[in-house]
Protein backbone atom coordinates (compact mmCIF):
# COMPACT_ATOMS: atom_id res chain seq x y z
CA UNK A 1 0.00 0.00 0.00
CA UNK A 2 1.38 3.44 -1.23
CA UNK A 3 1.60 5.95 1.70
CA UNK A 4 -0.63 7.79 -0.59
CA UNK A 5 -2.90 5.71 -0.05
CA UNK A 6 -2.52 4.59 3.32
CA UNK A 7 -2.96 8.59 4.68
CA UNK A 8 -5.96 9.39 2.09
CA UNK A 9 -7.85 9.95 4.96
CA UNK A 10 -5.87 12.72 6.42
CA UNK A 11 -5.58 14.21 2.67
CA UNK A 12 -8.64 14.55 2.22
CA UNK A 13 -9.60 16.26 4.96
CA UNK A 14 -7.95 19.15 3.63
CA UNK A 15 -9.65 19.25 0.01
CA UNK A 16 -11.76 21.25 2.43
CA UNK A 17 -11.63 24.75 1.60
CA UNK A 18 -9.67 27.10 4.21
CA UNK A 19 -9.10 23.83 6.31
CA UNK A 20 -5.42 23.76 5.82
CA UNK A 21 -5.03 27.77 6.76
CA UNK A 22 -7.36 27.36 9.61
CA UNK A 23 -5.60 24.35 10.99
CA UNK A 24 -1.93 25.50 10.80
CA UNK A 25 -3.26 28.72 12.44
CA UNK A 26 -4.44 26.67 15.32
CA UNK A 27 -1.53 24.85 15.42
CA UNK A 28 0.49 28.03 16.29
CA UNK A 29 -2.60 29.35 18.89
CA UNK A 30 -1.56 26.29 21.00
CA UNK A 31 1.84 26.81 21.39
CA UNK A 32 0.81 28.50 25.13
CA UNK A 33 -0.18 25.09 26.26
CA UNK A 34 2.79 23.42 26.81
CA UNK A 35 5.17 26.32 26.58
CA UNK A 36 3.13 28.68 29.63
CA UNK A 37 2.91 26.36 32.39
CA UNK A 38 6.55 25.32 31.88
CA UNK A 39 8.05 28.71 31.26
CA UNK A 40 6.02 29.56 34.52
CA UNK A 41 7.98 26.98 36.50
CA UNK A 42 10.87 27.52 35.43
CA UNK A 43 10.65 31.37 35.31
CA UNK A 44 9.56 31.50 39.25
CA UNK A 45 12.12 28.58 40.24
CA UNK A 46 14.86 30.54 38.60
CA UNK A 47 13.85 32.78 40.44
CA UNK A 48 13.44 31.41 43.46
CA UNK A 49 14.68 28.31 44.17
CA UNK A 50 10.90 26.25 44.93
CA UNK A 51 9.86 23.88 42.93
CA UNK A 52 6.39 24.49 45.56
CA UNK A 53 6.05 28.08 44.75
CA UNK A 54 6.80 27.28 41.04
CA UNK A 55 4.29 24.32 40.94
CA UNK A 56 1.63 26.93 42.55
CA UNK A 57 1.85 29.97 40.30
CA UNK A 58 1.95 27.30 36.95
CA UNK A 59 -0.97 25.94 38.48
CA UNK A 60 -2.25 29.03 39.51
CA UNK A 61 -2.42 30.04 35.44
CA UNK A 62 -3.69 26.40 34.57
CA UNK A 63 -6.52 26.60 37.00
CA UNK A 64 -7.78 30.56 35.25
CA UNK A 65 -7.38 28.91 32.35
CA UNK A 66 -9.69 25.94 33.11
CA UNK A 67 -12.01 28.33 34.58
CA UNK A 68 -11.96 30.97 31.34
CA UNK A 69 -12.27 28.61 28.77
CA UNK A 70 -15.98 27.67 27.93
CA UNK A 71 -16.86 31.26 29.40
CA UNK A 72 -14.66 32.47 26.06
CA UNK A 73 -16.02 29.48 24.27
CA UNK A 74 -19.97 30.26 24.97
CA UNK A 75 -19.12 33.46 23.75
CA UNK A 76 -17.81 32.28 20.44
CA UNK A 77 -20.77 30.08 20.08
CA UNK A 78 -23.50 33.14 20.16
CA UNK A 79 -21.19 35.68 18.96
CA UNK A 80 -18.60 34.21 16.16
CA UNK A 81 -15.05 33.71 17.01
CA UNK A 82 -13.07 36.02 15.07
CA UNK A 83 -14.30 39.15 17.34
CA UNK A 84 -13.93 37.18 20.98
CA UNK A 85 -10.77 36.26 20.02
CA UNK A 86 -9.06 39.18 18.92
CA UNK A 87 -9.82 40.78 22.67
CA UNK A 88 -8.80 37.39 24.27
CA UNK A 89 -5.36 37.02 22.54
CA UNK A 90 -4.63 40.76 22.55
CA UNK A 91 -5.55 40.44 26.65
CA UNK A 92 -3.10 37.47 27.06
CA UNK A 93 -0.13 39.33 25.74
CA UNK A 94 -0.34 42.02 28.09
CA UNK A 95 -1.30 39.83 31.44
CA UNK A 96 1.24 37.81 29.99
CA UNK A 97 4.39 40.54 29.69
CA UNK A 98 2.89 42.01 32.96
CA UNK A 99 3.40 38.89 34.73
CA UNK A 100 6.87 38.39 33.23
CA UNK A 101 7.59 41.80 34.44
CA UNK A 102 6.25 41.13 37.93
CA UNK A 103 8.14 38.17 38.67
CA UNK A 104 11.60 39.61 37.22
CA UNK A 105 11.44 42.76 38.74
CA UNK A 106 10.97 41.32 42.33
CA UNK A 107 7.13 42.49 42.96
CA UNK A 108 4.76 40.95 45.83
CA UNK A 109 4.75 37.32 45.22
CA UNK A 110 0.62 37.94 45.94
CA UNK A 111 1.20 40.13 42.31
CA UNK A 112 2.49 36.73 40.47
CA UNK A 113 -0.41 34.71 41.37
CA UNK A 114 -3.16 37.62 40.61
CA UNK A 115 -1.13 38.05 36.96
CA UNK A 116 -0.68 34.78 36.36
CA UNK A 117 -4.74 34.39 37.00
CA UNK A 118 -5.13 37.54 34.70
CA UNK A 119 -3.10 35.89 32.06
CA UNK A 120 -4.90 32.04 32.34
CA UNK A 121 -8.14 33.74 32.45
CA UNK A 122 -7.69 35.79 29.18
CA UNK A 123 -6.16 32.56 26.92
CA UNK A 124 -8.84 30.95 24.90
CA UNK A 125 -9.07 27.14 24.23
CA UNK A 126 -8.04 27.30 20.69
CA UNK A 127 -8.27 23.33 20.51
CA UNK A 128 -11.78 23.31 20.86
CA UNK A 129 -12.24 26.09 18.38
CA UNK A 130 -10.41 24.17 15.31
CA UNK A 131 -12.30 21.38 16.38
CA UNK A 132 -15.16 23.33 16.52
CA UNK A 133 -14.49 24.13 12.74
CA UNK A 134 -13.76 20.71 11.45
CA UNK A 135 -17.33 19.40 13.24
CA UNK A 136 -19.07 22.27 11.32
CA UNK A 137 -17.71 20.97 7.40
CA UNK A 138 -17.40 17.40 7.96
CA UNK A 139 -19.69 14.40 8.63
CA UNK A 140 -19.43 11.80 11.26
CA UNK A 141 -16.97 9.62 9.62
CA UNK A 142 -14.50 12.38 8.36
CA UNK A 143 -14.52 13.70 12.32
CA UNK A 144 -12.46 10.96 13.75
CA UNK A 145 -10.01 11.05 11.08
CA UNK A 146 -9.87 15.01 12.16
CA UNK A 147 -10.06 14.96 15.72
CA UNK A 148 -7.14 12.17 15.54
CA UNK A 149 -5.28 14.59 13.15
CA UNK A 150 -5.81 17.07 15.47
CA UNK A 151 -4.30 15.25 18.70
CA UNK A 152 -1.62 14.79 16.65
CA UNK A 153 -1.09 18.35 16.03
CA UNK A 154 -1.80 18.48 19.46
CA UNK A 155 1.52 16.12 20.38
CA UNK A 156 3.53 18.20 17.80
CA UNK A 157 3.12 21.16 19.83
CA UNK A 158 3.92 18.84 22.74
CA UNK A 159 7.24 17.84 21.15
CA UNK A 160 8.60 20.91 19.92
CA UNK A 161 7.29 23.27 22.85
CA UNK A 162 8.49 21.87 25.92
CA UNK A 163 12.26 21.68 24.49
CA UNK A 164 12.14 24.61 22.82
CA UNK A 165 10.86 26.69 26.04
CA UNK A 166 13.81 24.82 28.13
CA UNK A 167 16.47 26.08 25.47
CA UNK A 168 15.38 29.56 25.19
CA UNK A 169 15.16 29.32 29.41
CA UNK A 170 18.09 27.96 30.19
CA UNK A 171 20.56 29.08 27.44
CA UNK A 172 18.75 32.95 27.00
CA UNK A 173 16.94 33.71 29.87
CA UNK A 174 13.92 32.46 32.04
CA UNK A 175 11.47 35.23 30.39
CA UNK A 176 12.39 34.53 26.80
CA UNK A 177 11.02 30.83 27.17
CA UNK A 178 7.74 32.02 28.42
CA UNK A 179 7.82 35.17 26.52
CA UNK A 180 7.71 32.96 23.08
CA UNK A 181 4.96 30.52 23.92
CA UNK A 182 2.70 34.31 24.62
CA UNK A 183 3.80 35.45 21.29
CA UNK A 184 3.12 31.93 18.84
CA UNK A 185 0.25 31.96 20.86
CA UNK A 186 -0.95 35.51 19.97
CA UNK A 187 0.17 34.90 16.10
CA UNK A 188 -1.55 32.25 15.89
CA UNK A 189 -5.13 33.25 17.32
CA UNK A 190 -5.06 36.71 15.66
CA UNK A 191 -4.43 34.54 12.16
CA UNK A 192 -7.53 31.87 13.01
CA UNK A 193 -9.72 34.79 14.07
CA UNK A 194 -9.00 36.48 10.87
CA UNK A 195 -10.63 33.39 8.42
CA UNK A 196 -14.32 33.79 8.90
CA UNK A 197 -15.42 31.88 6.38
CA UNK A 198 -14.43 28.70 8.09
CA UNK A 199 -16.13 29.86 11.29
CA UNK A 200 -19.07 27.43 13.15
CA UNK A 201 -22.51 29.07 12.32
CA UNK A 202 -23.69 31.29 15.25
CA UNK A 203 -26.24 29.75 17.67
CA UNK A 204 -28.42 32.61 19.47
CA UNK A 205 -29.77 31.93 22.97
CA UNK A 206 -33.38 31.81 23.49
CA UNK A 207 -34.24 33.25 26.28
CA UNK A 208 -37.55 31.10 26.63
CA UNK A 209 -35.82 27.86 26.25
CA UNK A 210 -35.14 25.49 29.37
CA UNK A 211 -31.91 26.23 30.97
CA UNK A 212 -28.99 25.81 28.99
CA UNK A 213 -26.72 24.20 31.35
CA UNK A 214 -28.51 21.18 31.56
CA UNK A 215 -28.10 20.33 27.70
CA UNK A 216 -24.09 21.24 28.00
CA UNK A 217 -23.38 18.99 31.24
CA UNK A 218 -24.81 15.34 29.71
CA UNK A 219 -23.61 12.48 32.02
CA UNK A 220 -21.17 11.56 29.11
CA UNK A 221 -19.68 14.98 29.35
CA UNK A 222 -19.09 14.84 33.22
CA UNK A 223 -17.81 11.35 33.06
CA UNK A 224 -15.19 12.65 30.18
CA UNK A 225 -14.03 15.75 31.90
CA UNK A 226 -13.48 13.85 35.65
CA UNK A 227 -11.84 11.03 33.83
CA UNK A 228 -9.69 14.06 32.08
CA UNK A 229 -8.88 15.71 35.48
CA UNK A 230 -6.95 12.77 36.58
CA UNK A 231 -5.60 12.89 32.88
CA UNK A 232 -4.57 16.44 33.47
CA UNK A 233 -2.96 15.45 36.69
CA UNK A 234 -0.58 13.74 34.98
CA UNK A 235 0.36 16.10 32.05
CA UNK A 236 0.83 18.74 34.99
CA UNK A 237 2.89 16.63 37.25
CA UNK A 238 5.55 15.08 34.87
CA UNK A 239 6.01 18.87 33.65
CA UNK A 240 7.30 19.58 37.37
CA UNK A 241 9.30 16.47 38.16
CA UNK A 242 10.88 15.75 35.24
CA UNK A 243 12.53 19.29 35.23
CA UNK A 244 13.10 18.21 38.69
CA UNK A 245 14.46 14.64 37.85
CA UNK A 246 16.49 16.32 34.99
CA UNK A 247 18.36 19.02 37.62
CA UNK A 248 18.98 16.49 40.11
CA UNK A 249 20.40 14.26 37.40
CA UNK A 250 22.79 17.09 36.46
CA UNK A 251 21.24 17.56 32.94
CA UNK A 252 18.46 20.26 33.62
CA UNK A 253 18.67 21.29 29.15
CA UNK A 254 17.45 17.64 28.87
CA UNK A 255 14.17 18.38 30.83
CA UNK A 256 12.47 19.29 27.30
CA UNK A 257 13.62 16.35 25.73
CA UNK A 258 12.52 13.79 28.22
CA UNK A 259 8.93 15.48 28.06
CA UNK A 260 8.62 15.83 24.07
CA UNK A 261 9.55 12.19 24.12
CA UNK A 262 6.01 11.49 25.57
CA UNK A 263 4.85 13.65 22.92
CA UNK A 264 6.11 11.74 20.58
CA UNK A 265 4.93 8.52 21.71
CA UNK A 266 1.44 10.32 21.57
CA UNK A 267 1.99 11.16 17.91
CA UNK A 268 2.48 8.44 16.31
CA UNK A 269 -0.07 6.35 18.59
CA UNK A 270 -2.62 9.42 17.15
CA UNK A 271 -1.56 8.62 13.51
CA UNK A 272 -2.53 5.06 13.73
CA UNK A 273 -5.60 5.68 15.81
CA UNK A 274 -7.37 8.17 12.96
CA UNK A 275 -6.71 5.49 10.54
CA UNK A 276 -7.90 2.15 12.43
CA UNK A 277 -11.41 0.87 11.73
CA UNK A 278 -11.58 0.02 15.44
CA UNK A 279 -14.72 -2.23 16.80
CA UNK A 280 -17.48 -1.27 19.76
CA UNK A 281 -19.17 1.61 20.45
CA UNK A 282 -17.01 5.13 21.27
CA UNK A 283 -17.78 4.67 24.79
CA UNK A 284 -16.16 1.39 25.10
CA UNK A 285 -13.47 3.09 23.17
CA UNK A 286 -13.13 5.52 25.94
CA UNK A 287 -12.84 3.51 28.48
CA UNK A 288 -10.74 0.72 26.81
CA UNK A 289 -8.15 3.43 26.02
CA UNK A 290 -8.28 5.31 29.67
CA UNK A 291 -7.32 1.84 31.15
CA UNK A 292 -4.59 1.32 28.95
CA UNK A 293 -3.58 5.06 29.30
CA UNK A 294 -3.64 4.01 33.48
CA UNK A 295 -1.51 0.61 32.96
CA UNK A 296 1.31 2.07 31.19
CA UNK A 297 1.40 5.17 33.68
CA UNK A 298 2.79 2.52 35.96
CA UNK A 299 6.12 2.35 34.33
CA UNK A 300 7.05 5.62 36.10
CA UNK A 301 7.67 3.79 39.23
CA UNK A 302 10.37 2.39 37.78
CA UNK A 303 12.29 5.45 36.40
CA UNK A 304 15.71 5.54 37.90
CA UNK A 305 17.99 7.47 35.27
CA UNK A 306 17.27 9.84 32.09
CA UNK A 307 17.80 6.64 30.09
CA UNK A 308 15.21 4.82 31.71
CA UNK A 309 12.84 7.91 31.60
CA UNK A 310 12.95 8.14 28.02
CA UNK A 311 11.94 4.98 27.11
CA UNK A 312 9.10 4.80 29.70
CA UNK A 313 8.00 8.40 28.44
CA UNK A 314 7.96 6.82 24.48
CA UNK A 315 5.69 3.47 25.90
CA UNK A 316 3.51 5.48 28.10
CA UNK A 317 3.20 8.36 25.16
CA UNK A 318 1.71 5.64 22.94
CA UNK A 319 -1.59 5.48 25.37
CA UNK A 320 -1.90 9.06 25.54
CA UNK A 321 -3.46 10.01 21.96
CA UNK A 322 -5.80 7.37 21.99
CA UNK A 323 -7.76 8.23 25.41
CA UNK A 324 -7.69 11.79 24.44
CA UNK A 325 -8.92 11.32 21.01
CA UNK A 326 -11.57 8.61 22.05
CA UNK A 327 -13.18 10.77 24.87
CA UNK A 328 -13.50 14.17 22.47
CA UNK A 329 -15.33 12.30 19.78
CA UNK A 330 -17.76 10.80 22.31
CA UNK A 331 -18.62 14.30 23.63
CA UNK A 332 -18.88 15.56 19.95
CA UNK A 333 -21.36 12.50 19.18
CA UNK A 334 -23.62 13.02 22.02
CA UNK A 335 -23.72 17.04 21.77
CA UNK A 336 -26.53 19.47 21.18
CA UNK A 337 -26.46 22.06 18.79
CA UNK A 338 -25.22 25.32 19.50
CA UNK A 339 -23.32 24.08 22.36
CA UNK A 340 -20.01 22.16 20.50
CA UNK A 341 -17.28 24.60 21.45
CA UNK A 342 -18.15 24.97 24.78
CA UNK A 343 -18.71 21.28 25.41
CA UNK A 344 -15.03 20.80 23.65
CA UNK A 345 -13.87 23.60 26.08
CA UNK A 346 -14.98 21.68 29.52
CA UNK A 347 -13.03 18.97 28.19
CA UNK A 348 -9.96 20.73 28.20
CA UNK A 349 -11.14 22.26 31.18
CA UNK A 350 -10.85 19.08 33.09
CA UNK A 351 -7.51 18.54 31.66
CA UNK A 352 -6.19 21.83 32.84
CA UNK A 353 -7.70 21.47 36.49
CA UNK A 354 -5.88 18.20 36.66
CA UNK A 355 -2.77 20.51 35.15
CA UNK A 356 -3.46 23.05 38.24
CA UNK A 357 -3.51 19.95 40.98
CA UNK A 358 -0.55 18.11 39.46
CA UNK A 359 1.81 20.97 39.31
CA UNK A 360 1.11 21.79 42.77
CA UNK A 361 1.13 18.47 44.08
CA UNK A 362 4.47 17.66 42.05
CA UNK A 363 6.08 20.75 42.76
CA UNK A 364 5.27 19.93 47.16
CA UNK A 365 5.95 16.14 46.25
CA UNK A 366 9.81 16.81 44.79
CA UNK A 367 10.67 19.73 47.61
CA UNK A 368 9.57 17.16 50.24
CA UNK A 369 10.82 13.88 48.74
CA UNK A 370 13.07 14.50 45.90
CA UNK A 371 12.12 14.41 42.40
CA UNK A 372 12.58 10.56 41.55
CA UNK A 373 9.80 9.73 44.67
CA UNK A 374 7.65 12.34 43.11
CA UNK A 375 6.89 10.17 39.95
CA UNK A 376 4.45 8.75 42.44
CA UNK A 377 2.22 11.29 41.66
CA UNK A 378 1.60 11.00 37.44
CA UNK A 379 1.25 7.09 38.26
CA UNK A 380 -1.09 7.60 40.62
CA UNK A 381 -3.24 10.05 38.96
CA UNK A 382 -3.16 8.04 35.93
CA UNK A 383 -4.35 4.70 38.04
CA UNK A 384 -7.38 6.82 38.67
CA UNK A 385 -8.20 8.20 35.41
CA UNK A 386 -8.59 4.72 34.17
CA UNK A 387 -10.58 3.60 37.59
CA UNK A 388 -12.92 6.58 36.72
CA UNK A 389 -13.63 5.73 33.60
CA UNK A 390 -14.46 2.49 34.26
CA UNK A 391 -16.54 3.60 37.32
CA UNK A 392 -18.50 6.01 34.83
CA UNK A 393 -19.10 3.31 32.02
CA UNK A 394 -22.32 2.69 33.01
CA UNK A 395 -23.43 6.45 32.71
CA UNK A 396 -22.06 6.40 29.15
CA UNK A 397 -22.50 2.87 27.58
CA UNK A 398 -26.35 3.36 26.81
CA UNK A 399 -26.05 7.34 26.82
CA UNK A 400 -27.98 9.14 23.26
CA UNK A 401 -27.25 12.48 22.05
CA UNK A 402 -30.10 14.92 23.27
CA UNK A 403 -33.42 15.23 21.46
CA UNK A 404 -32.34 18.58 19.83
CA UNK A 405 -29.21 17.03 18.19
CA UNK A 406 -29.81 17.60 14.41
CA UNK A 407 -30.60 14.44 12.72
CA UNK A 408 -27.97 11.81 11.89
CA UNK A 409 -25.41 12.23 13.78
CA UNK A 410 -23.65 9.08 15.36
CA UNK A 411 -23.75 8.66 19.08
CA UNK A 412 -21.78 5.63 19.41
Not at 112 to 128: E, V
Not at 194 to 222: C, F, I, N, W, Y
Request: aromatic share 8%.
Amino acid sequence: MSPRTLFGPYLRLFAVPGSGSFSTAAWLGRFPAPMLGLGAVLLVEGETGSYGLAGAVSGTLALAFAVAGPQWARLMDRRGQGVILRVAVTATLLTGIAFVVAVVSGAPRWSWFLLAAATGLSSPNIGSLVRARWSAVLDPAGRQTAYAFEAVVDEVVFVLGPPLVTLLATLIAPPVGFLTGIVLGVVGGWWLASQRDTEPPLHQADPGAPKRRRSVMTPTLLVVVVAYVAVGTVFGGLDVVVVGFAEEEGAPALSGLALAVFAFGSLLAGLAYGLAKLPGTLAARFVGTAVAFGLAAQLLWSVGSLPVLVGVGFLAGLTIAPVLVSGTSLVESRVAPGVLTESLAWTITGLTLGVTAGSALAGAAVDAWGAEAAFAVPALAAAAAGALALAGSALIGEGRAPAEVVEGRTTG
